[in-house]
């Protein structure tokens, strides 16, 4: 099953996109260009994708450290992105996703809030997920602006993007710093006015009607919260798709409905973060 800011097994909708062998080898060669899904349902590919990073550490005032990784654009300036890892940790899907990133034009930073190796099993991920100390990944995360805002190649434009329990800390992110866009894919946004009152940033949100627990009453109870806290400059997108289903990786992989989420996405961060 799924908790609020995780995920598990779910109904198999189809396998996702699959390489060649002719395809691994252009694409380890620099020859062609993949398209992400096909990126990221292939282990070797996405693990190559992801060996362009570069490994940053972010301290945050307090002495805390993070380990991170960036992977820079071919143009710069450029706006930014964190991009914060659903509840398997730091993976080579977040990693891959980085390098596509950064391909668009986005010094993309890729944090690492737990700083012990990804889980494979949903039992690993939720132990990462318990040990997780959330007045420190916070600092953490506030620095990870900073250190975006302030890097010599940036324009001082800063986005946040998650996926599962990353997508509740994308959110978390843009209450607790002055970031310019947030990305929330099927995170937990639990939240009550009290708690949005910080909000300033414009909000993307991309949820699945057959997600058991980022489901719509949470949602409906987080567009009345920002009502109420007078917070007009959200869009939530519905997808007829259950959790984690822009994760080719997994079986609730839904391609048209990951493709479209990713179109609007870039829509949004290219308007905000332009």
Request: aromatic residues 8%; glycine residues 8%.
């Amino acid at each position: 099953m799924c908790t609020l800011d995780g995920c598990g097994s779910h109904e198999d909708l189809g396998p996702p996109p699959k390489a060649t062998d002719e395809d691994r080898r252009l694409f380890l060669k620099g020859a062609i260009a993949l398209p992400l899904a096909v990126i990221l349902a292939d282990p070797m590919l996405a693990h190559a994708a992801g060996s362009m990073l570069e490994k940053v550490t972010i301290t945050t005032p307090e002495g805390d450290q993070m380990a991170a990784e960036i992977a820079m654009p071919a143009t710069l300036p450029a706006p930014t992105v964190i991009l914060i890892h659903e509840w398997w940790g730091l993976n080579d899907q977040i990693r891959a996703v980085a390098a596509e990133y950064a391909k668009q034009g986005y010094i993309a930073l890729a944090v690492d809030l737990y700083g012990k190796p990804p889980a494979t099993t949903p039992d690993g991920a939720k132990a990462l997920m318990a040990g997780l100390d959330p007045v420190v990944a916070t600092r953490k995360l506030q620095s990870s602006v900073e250190f975006l805002r302030n890097h010599k190649d940036s324009t001082g434009k800063v986005g946040s993007v998650g996926w599962c329990f990353g997508g509740g800390w994308s959110l978390n992110t843009a209450l607790a710093t002055d970031i310019d866009a947030a990305v929330i894919y099927y995170g937990n946004v639990k939240k009550t006015p009290e708690q949005v009152a910080t909000l300033n940033a414009p909000l993307l949100g991309h949820f699945g009607t057959l997600d058991k627990s980022i489901n719509k009453a949470m949602v409906d109870g987080f567009e009345q919260s920002l009502r109420i806290a007078g917070k007009s400059d959200y869009q939530f997108y519905w997808y007829e798709a259950d959790h984690a289903f822009a994760n080719p990786s997994g079986a609730r992989y839904d391609s048209e409905d990951a493709m479209l989420a990713w179109e609007r996405t870039m829509a949004f961060f290219g308007d905000h973060l332009a």
